[in-house]
């Protein structure tokens, strides 16, 4: 059975096992484990998929909790996908937080359309600063 969780302790391993299984930000493979525990610990909304005990998804999000949320990452294992996980994630972040707070986020090319479809709006005037390493 499939359970949804909020801010329960994901483990570095646990996450970098997701993001390998699931080809997901092969640059965090590489990068400081420390900084990567750094990043869980001050993610303010943490939903998770779990079947049985098996990590299958997450979405992490920083948000004040009354205005706006930025979902900076979601991500669902490959067997997993096309199954409605990730507007499961979605809805409970959404059911989670209500109808006042703005969810935004920057999509990958691929997953433009499966935003528009659960009815997130594109935008134009978002601006980003890269971050080198």
């Known amino acids: 059975m ?15 096992g997701l993001y390998k299984t699931a080809d997901f930000a092969r640059e965090k493979l590489d990068d400081d484990p420390k900084r ?9 909304l943490l939903v998770t998929l779990r079947d049985d005990d098996r990590l299958i998804g997450m979405a992490r999000c920083l948000t004040d909790f009354e205005y706006s949320c930025y979902l900076s990452e979601i991500v669902i294992l490959p067997d997993y ?5 990730g507007k499961r994630l979605l809805q409970s972040i959404h059911d989670y937080l209500g109808e006042r707070v703005a969810v935004t986020l920057r999509a990958d ?11 997130y709006q594109q935008v134009d005037h978002m601006f980003r600063i890269h971050r080198e390493a």
């Open 2 to 16: 499939i359970k949804v969780e909020f801010n329960k302790q994901l483990t570095l391993k646990e996450l970098l």
């Open 36 to 44: 990567l525990q750094m990043m869980l610990d001050h993610t303010q």
């Open 81 to 85: 996908r096309g199954q409605g996980m």
């Open 109 to 119: 090319p691929g997953a433009i359309g499966f935003y528009s479809e659960v009815g």
